[in-house]
């Protein structure tokens, strides 16, 4: 079926270290992927998206990479930080119907320790 | 430039009571969503609107209904509020529907009764 497979499970890091959020999806069609951050009562907020042309790309401290063999996504980030603690969704996009459809999974909590 | 604003933030109803939930974006974006979160689920699309007068059923839209009178305003209404509808609910918008990221509101939280 059509879903993005991404559990909710905490992953607990020390601050300073790198953190690798995974994402499995299911949909080999789909063409565009993004990477959400969303803070206790707040919305998702954009973090950086990769396109299917595309195995990897670099934000100011973060990483996505596309493993489009095994339908894999992973969202890298840098000498994590307190602030970067919150759910982070991966969101897999499929034309369909004549608009922009995105599948979104269940999230990853962050929580960063001192 | 605020984004995507969402009202209200928070609202308690009675089981069969109506109500409309507000979403404005100043971004000129043609697309807008209308999305659902419970807990330890993804957002799951009720309704969205590709344009000014346009609207259409996304995965969830039972129990809703929604408008696109002006661009820059997307309404999601209840008709007769059920507590299967307690959830916390988020308005998207995009400039169009190429590949290009969702730009959220900060949700609005509605309990029912």
């Known amino acids: 079926g059509e879903s993005v497979g991404l559990h909710l499970p905490t992953l607990s890091v020390q601050e300073g270290d790198n953190s690798i959020i995974n994402c499995a999806y299911s949909?080999?069609?789909?063409?565009?992927f993004i990477w959400y951050k969303q803070e206790s009562g707040k919305g998702p907020q954009f973090i950086i998206d990769?396109?299917?042309?595309?195995d990897k790309r670099q934000g100011q401290r973060v990483t996505v990479l596309l493993n489009k063999t095994v339908k894999h996504l992973s969202l890298q980030i840098a000498a994590t930080q307190p602030g970067d603690s919150a759910v982070y969704f991966c969101?897999?996009?499929?034309?369909?119907?004549?608009?922009?459809?995105?599948?979104f999974g269940a999230g990853t909590r962050l929580a960063v320790h001192p | 430039n605020a984004g995507v604003t969402q009202t209200p933030k928070f609202r308690v109803l009675k089981t069969g009571q109506s109500m409309t939930l507000l979403c404005a974006q100043d971004?000129?974006?043609?697309?807008m969503y209308w999305y659902r979160q419970d807990p330890g689920m993804g957002l799951r699309l009720i309704h969205y609107?590709?344009?000014?007068?346009?609207?259409a059923k996304g995965e969830v839209p039972d129990g809703y209904n929604v408008s696109r009178l002006k661009k820059q305003n997307f309404l999601l209404g209840l008709e007769s509020a059920a507590p299967s509808q307690t959830s916390v609910y988020f308005c998207?918008?995009?400039?169009?529907?190429?590949?290009?990221?969702?730009?959220f509101g900060d949700g609005t939280r509605l309990s029912i009764l």
């Open positions: 998207a918008s995009t400039p169009f529907h190429s590949n290009q990221p969702q730009h």
């Open positions: 949909n080999s069609a789909s063409d565009y």
């Open positions: 990769i396109r299917s042309n595309m």
């Open positions: 969101a897999e996009n499929m034309e369909g119907g004549g608009y922009n459809k995105l599948i």
């Open positions: 971004m000129n974006h043609e697309y």
């Open positions: 609107s590709v344009g000014e007068g346009t609207t």
